[in-house]
């Protein structure tokens, strides 16, 4: 299994951008997907999940953000919206199976390799 992603760019404060992951292989229906992000010098953490029809967001990015799948196009989706400095950082897609989503990052077994997200003010 194989993730890509894109999307990320420098977008100024107040301003929208759609995050794509894009997933190779068999089965991506059956995948718990999920998206973390890094910021510089800061740890990596959860923004968004999805698990069959079930979502899940980090508090920081609710109301704000919008994850999506695309089941025919073996591919997820991450609007973002009202985009604040602090939402910079590489944003990694990730997938597990059995459908559900974590917010820990050990969980998940794919990653994709990041797309940067930098938020001007």
């Known amino acids: 299994v194989q993730l890509q992603a894109s999307g990320g760019g420098l977008v100024q404060a107040g301003g929208s951008l759609r995050l794509s992951c894009a997933v190779s292989g068999r089965a991506f229906s059956g995948y718990g997907m999920a998206w973390f992000r890094q910021a510089p010098g800061k740890e990596r953490e959860f923004v968004a999940g999805?698990?069959?029809?079930?979502?899940y967001y980090a508090n920081s990015v609710k109301g704000r953000f919008t994850i999506s799948r695309d089941n025919a196009k073996n591919t997820v989706y991450l609007q973002m919206n009202s985009l604040k400095p602090e939402d910079t950082a590489v944003y990694y897609c990730?997938?597990?199976?059995?459908?559900?989503?974590?917010?820990?990052?050990?969980?998940?077994?794919?990653w994709g390799q990041g797309t940067l997200v930098t938020v001007s003010s």
């Open positions: 999805i698990g069959g029809r079930d979502t």
């Open positions: 990730a997938a597990r199976g059995g459908n559900l989503v974590a917010a820990t990052g050990s969980a998940y077994d794919y």
